[in-house]
């Protein structure tokens, strides 16, 4: 089996800057893609950052310029860099990977439990 555990949430003010952390642990073979997202209250899930196997990083648009995904593969964790912080920025944010246990079987998809950010203004 496979976990997923971030850390780094909290709360800050509007401006400032968090990093989140999210380090996968189990039977891991290979890991497809590591990415966040986030879920306010009354919203739907949206992907934040996604980085890929081979480093490429895809981005919402809300979050270009302020946030930066990046990936340590041997300690297979990934980061999220959160700078310049807006209140709309608030939610749950959760850890997703799509990782294969063994050479020869399917990847599946996991989540972490999720960290709480909270931009106060």
């Known amino acids: 089996q496979v976990q997923l555990v971030e850390s780094g949430g909290g709360l800050v003010q509007a401006g400032g800057s968090l990093r989140l952390s999210c380090a996968a642990s189990g039977s891991i073979f290979s890991i497809n893609y590591m990415a966040w997202y986030r879920q306010a209250p009354g919203k739907e899930r949206e992907l934040v950052a996604v980085?890929?196997?081979?480093?490429?990083?895809n981005y919402a648009d809300s979050v270009k310029g302020r946030f930066t995904i990046s990936r340590e593969n041997n300690k297979n964790t990934v980061y999220l860099q959160m700078n310049s912080l807006k209140p709309e920025d608030t939610a749950g944010y959760y850890c997703n990977a799509r990782i294969y246990s063994s050479a020869y079987g399917p990847s599946n998809d996991y989540w972490g439990q999720g960290t709480q950010v909270t931009v106060s203004s």
């Open positions: 980085n890929t196997y081979d480093g490429t990083t």
